[in-house]
């Protein structure tokens, strides 16, 4: 089994940075495929990036692009997120997530398409 660990989150002004990780460990064969999730409170998980460990491709919500970069260290079972030019409305509680196969026929932001989940980290932009 898989366990997937958040950690970077906090509270910082509109246009600052913040660095998420999601350390991996346990079983990691299963993570062929992860992903940076978000929600609040009564609204439903948004798919906010994704990455694959072995080709290294990477998807976007429209929100985030070029604003958030996400990357993987294999060598430490750790992938990352950096955000940058953050705004009030990227507040929210930000999920890793893993698979080991996905369906390409969706959408890689497709929260239903992931198995294994990090308990999240809470990021809040405000002045």
């Known amino acids: 089994h898989m366990h997937l660990v958040e950690s970077g989150g906090g509270t910082v002004q509109p246009g600052g940075s913040l660095k998420l990780s999601c350390a991996a460990s346990g079983d990691t064969n299963d993570d062929n495929y992860m992903a940076w999730f978000r929600q609040n409170p009564g609204e439903e998980r948004e798919g906010v990036a994704s990455i694959a460990r072995v080709s290294r491709i990477t998807r976007y919500a429209e929100a985030v692009k070029g604003r958030f970069t996400v990357s993987l260290d294999n060598d430490k079972n750790t992938m990352y997120l950096q955000m940058n030019n953050l705004k009030p409305e990227d507040t929210a509680m930000y999920y890793c997530?893993?698979?080991?196969?996905?369906?390409?026929?969706?959408?890689?932001?497709?929260?239903?398409?992931?198995?294994?989940w990090g308990p999240g980290t809470q990021v809040t932009v405000s002045s």
């Open positions: 997530a893993a698979a080991i196969r996905l369906d390409f026929a969706r959408s890689r932001l497709d929260s239903a398409q992931y198995t294994h």
